[in-house]
Structures are given as structure tokens and as C-alpha cells.
Antibody, heavy 121, light 107 residues
Framework: EVQLVESGGALVQPGGSLRLSCAGS????????MNWVRQAPGKGLEWVAF????????SYADSVKGRFTTSRDNANSLLFLQMDSLGDEDTAMYYC??????????????WGRGTPVTVSA | IVLTQSPDTLYLSPGEGATLSCRAS???????VAWYQQKPGRAPRLLVF???TRATGTPERFSGSGSGRDFTFSISRLEPEDFAVYYC?????????FGQGTRLEMK
């Protein structure tokens, strides 16, 4: 069974940093691209970042570019999101998701339950 | 690519059909459009990808169509569990984007 489990969400002060993790299991992690998607309270879905299966291709939403960095450790089936210079607008539930297929650009078939990030003084 | 969904909210009764629209600000590469369902407190669930291919386990009452800039998601006969928020998503080119969502409410 495919599982994605996010961790690392917390209450952090404006300007602070946080590192989220996503542990994958039940599939060959290194075969699939991964995404981070967030959802602010009461709002819609916002795509945050994409990383291809071997990290050759990485991209970010304009709203986080230069502040967030995604990476992966295929040996340990882990995905990371390093978030720096956090602001109120980054408060959200953060989901990791796995691509539907092994194609580079693909929809998101599997999702974790999310980890909450709150940026507040 | 900006995705604009319409309507924002749709009020229908069980047994009725629903049609949701998603318009892109420019043509989406290879119809790489997906539709997701989200219920309160839950992660999104993929229903349709590639504009019209149902994901594994998606009931046949759900269908998608469209190409270029205009995409449609339909539910042929609403079941009580279908009342939720639906999002379109384009993954044809970075930055990937989601529509703002259509809320399907019970009348």
C-alpha cells in the first residue's frame, strides 16, 4: 500500500525557518516525481514545488521561489521542503504528493495527510 | 497558466447531473489537466487525469472532457457523498497551477 507521511510542521515566528519531511513507502520512491501542495485555512489548493525522480528537474511557485528549497533522499525514500524567511502568508497545511505515473509531468495520485505550518508572532 | 473555474458554487440535489467548467489562460500542453475532489479535513483525491482518463477506483458517473483552454468535469447522477469541493489542475508546464475550486452544495 502506498503511503506518504509528512512531518515537521510547527508554529514558527515570522522570518523563521522550518524543514518539512515526507516519508514514502509501498512503492519505489526513486521512480516517481513528487510535489508539495499547500492549503491556507479556508482557501484553495496552491502548488508549491516539484522535484523529478532523480532531482534533475526542480521548480517552484513564484510565491516561494528563493525562500523554499525542495530536495529528496531516494536511498531513504524521503522528500524535504526547507522553508526560510517565513511570513504570515505561508500559514497552511502542507501536503506531499506522488505522481500518478513515472512520467516527468504527471497528475498527483497519492497524497499524504498533511502537516500544519503556522507562522505567527 | 491561470485556471478559472465556474461556477464558484453549484447547488444541486442528489440524482441531478453536475457540470463544472475550467478555463485556462492559455492552451494546456497535451491536455494535462486533472480534477480532484476534496472533502473537509481530508487530502484531495484524484478523479480524472489527462483531461478525460478516470483514475483507478473513480466511479463511472464522473467524467472529464476538453482540450486547449476549455475543460469540463461532469457527474452524471449525484450521490450524497459527491458533495464536496472540486479543483482542476494543470501539469503541462511549470509553474503548475490549480483552479480556485467549485463547491458542490446540496440544495
Amino acid at each position: 500500500e502506498v503511503q506518504l507521511v509528512e512531518s515537521g510542521g510547527a508554529l514558527v515566528q515570522p522570518g523563521g525557518s522550518l524543514r518539512l519531511s515526507c516519508a514514502g513507502s509501498g512503492f519505489t520512491f526513486s521512480d516517481y516525481s513528487m510535489n508539495w501542495v499547500r492549503q491556507a485555512p479556508g482557501k484553495g489548493l496552491e502548488w508549491v514545488a516539484f522535484i523529478s525522480s532523480r532531482s534533475a528537474s526542480i521548480s517552484y511557485a513564484d510565491s516561494v521561489k528563493g525562500r523554499f528549497t525542495t530536495s529528496r533522499d531516494n536511498a531513504n525514500s524521503l522528500l524535504f521542503l526547507q522553508m526560510d524567511s517565513l511570513g504570515d502568508e505561508d500559514t497552511a497545511m502542507y501536503y506531499c504528493s506522488r505522481g500518478t505515473s513515472m512520467a516527468p509531468f504527471t497528475s498527483m495520485l497519492y497524497w499524504g495527510r498533511g502537516t500544519p505550518v503556522t507562522v505567527s508572532a | 497558466i491561470v485556471l478559472t473555474q465556474s461556477p464558484d458554487t453549484l447547488y444541486l440535489s442528489p440524482g441531478e447531473g453536475a457540470t463544472l467548467s475550467c478555463r485556462a489562460s492559455q492552451a494546456v500542453t497535451a491536455s494535462y489537466v486533472a480534477w480532484y475532489q476534496q472533502k473537509p479535513g481530508r487530502a484531495p483525491r484524484l478523479l480524472v487525469f489527462g483531461a478525460s482518463t478516470r483514475a483507478t477506483g473513480t466511479p463511472e458517473r464522473f467524467s472529464g472532457s476538453g482540450s486547449g483552454r476549455d475543460f469540463t468535469f461532469s457527474i452524471s447522477r449525484l450521490e450524497p457523498e459527491d458533495f464536496a469541493v472540486y479543483y482542476c489542475h494543470q501539469y503541462g508546464g511549470s509553474p503548475f497551477t490549480f483552479g480556485q475550486g467549485t463547491r458542490l452544495e446540496m440544495k
